[in-house]
T-cell receptor, first 113, second 114 residues
């Protein structure tokens, strides 16, 4: 029972490099989310999606892009990484048909040097 | 804009003592409210949620929360804490259509004094 799976779990990037974080869920959920967590800041919503082919901006979308080409996958891209993007990234999903619980992945630790 | 405020960054209580963690939200419509807990190095686990109906909701691990519309608050309580309750606690609000956008507070770190 995989739930929400994030890859990679750990990554070190150099400033200016690009990378993609992959989130996969096997619960047939409609809604998916990307958050970043920084000390003292809680979780801040980067982007979210309410269905395949749709995306929307959250609270802190700058410097990130997302895609939801398949219902089960939600990709978060960093085109040109900056040290300010050093953070722990959490993906989450929710059934979406009604207001309901969101289920989180285990997190991806990203360091930009 | 919608927001969630958790005014206490860090709280320490003695084991066996009662606990109340504060949460205030800002949202024009009826909110959907959640409390999550995060243990070190882990993801987030749902403690309880409020969508409608009885304003006192029960959750897992002996936690409860009360929705007070007049105060825009959703405080989390537990009558007697255990050492295993030490963790970070996050209040969240669902906004927009079907609460599709979930916004979190900055969290309250709970320490337990033996």
């Amino acid at each position: 029972n995989a739930g929400v799976t994030q890859t990679p779990k750990f990554r070190v990037l150099k400033t200016g490099q690009s990378m993609t974080l992959l989130c996969a869920q096997d619960m047939n959920h409609e809604y998916m989310y990307w958050y970043r967590q920084d000390p003292g800041m809680g979780l801040r919503l980067i982007h979210y999606s309410v269905g395949e082919g749709t995306t929307a901006k959250g609270e802190v979308p700058d410097g990130y892009n997302v895609s939801r080409l398949k219902k089960q996958n939600f990709l978060l891209g960093l085109e040109s990484a900056a040290p300010s993007q050093t953070s722990v990234y959490f993906c989450a999903s929710s059934p979406g048909t009604t207001v309901d619980t969101i289920y989180f992945g285990e997190g991806s630790w990203l360091t930009v040097v | 804009a919608q927001s969630v405020t958790q005014p206490d960054i860090h709280i320490t209580v003695s084991e066996g003592a009662s606990l109340e963690l504060r949460c205030n939200y800002s949202y024009g419509a009826t909110p959907y409210l959640f409390w999550y807990v995060q243990s070190p190095g882990q993801g987030l686990q749902l403690l309880l949620k409020y969508f409608s109906g009885d304003t006192l909701v029960q959750g897992i691990k002996g936690f409860e929360a009360e929705f007070k519309r007049s105060q825009s608050s959703f405080n989390l309580r537990k009558p007697s804490v255990h050492w295993s309750d030490a963790a970070e606690y996050f209040c969240a609000v669902g906004v927009g259509s079907s609460a599709s956008k979930i916004i979190f507070g900055s969290g309250t770190r709970l320490s337990i004094r033996p």
